[in-house]
């Protein structure tokens, strides 16, 4: 099974300040098959990244992904009022499909 | 557009079955795509469950396979999912998803959630 690590657990930041979030695997992922979510309070999850870097439909280009191998990255490049919620990391490239245990991005 | 409800039980006594429904409206299912289930316990974060495409072919997290069906009415719309020996581990908000593949060497990314249903199993 593949864990996924996500750093920091949470980060404190400011609105329309950059957040770069982190996304670890425990064994090497084809970039093609990691996805970022946005989950807020009482939400379902949202996609927001899938195939690393690609960004699902109606996502905002402020969101963007980057990364190989083990390491990847979400990057916000402004932050909204709406983008404070938590973010979560999946792999797809092996079963069982994981997620990340998630980064909270919260108002400083 | 499409969407997805979940629906069942809130409240399932400890060893029984749990049993959810996911109905979809806005896409037929025997139109293709995966569909899934997921689950999220109070305060943590998501496990992956199960995995089923329009053609009755599933996929199952190991570490629940033993426990769990997950199945496909296309004459319906909907997908279900059947959880035995429940305990109050298998306490969480229960989702449904539209599953996509990549390609045919990897699995699935979720890219349509239903809102979730919460499952307590309590006595």
């Known amino acids: 099974e593949i864990v996924l690590t996500q750093s920091p657990g949470t980060l404190s930041l400011s609105p329309g300040e950059r957040a770069t979030l982190s996304c670890r695997a425990s064994q090497s992922v084809t970039s093609i098959y990691l996805a970022w979510y946005q989950q807020k309070i009482g939400q379902a999850p949202r996609l927001l990244i899938y195939?690393?870097?690609s960004r699902a439909t109606g996502i905002a280009d402020r969101f963007s992904g980057s990364g190989s191998g083990t390491d990847f990255t979400l990057t916000i490049s402004r932050l909204e009022p709406e983008d404070f919620a938590v973010y979560y990391c999946?792999?797809?490239?092996?079963?069982?499909?994981?997620f990340g245990g998630g980064t909270k991005v919260e108002i400083k | 557009q499409v969407q997805l409800q979940e629906s069942g039980p809130g409240l399932v006594k400890p060893s029984e079955t749990l049993s959810l429904t996911c109905t979809v409206s806005?896409?037929?299912?025997?139109?293709?795509?995966?569909w899934g289930w997921m689950r999220q316990p109070p305060g943590k974060g998501l496990e992956w469950i199960a995995t089923?495409?329009?053609?009755?072919?599933?996929y199952y997290n190991p570490t629940l396979k033993s426990r769990v069906t997950i199945s496909v009415d296309t004459s319906k719309n909907h997908f279900s999912l059947k959880v035995s020996s429940v305990t109050a581990a298998d306490t969480a908000v229960y989702y449904c998803a539209r599953e996509r593949a990549w390609d045919s060497s990897g699995y699935f990314y979720m890219d349509v959630w239903g809102k979730g249903t919460t499952v307590t199993v309590s006595s």
């Open positions: 806005g896409y037929s299912i025997s139109s293709g795509y995966y």
């Open positions: 195939g690393a870097s």
């Open positions: 999946q792999q797809y490239g092996s079963s069982p499909l994981t």
């Open positions: 089923i495409y329009e053609s009755g072919s599933t």
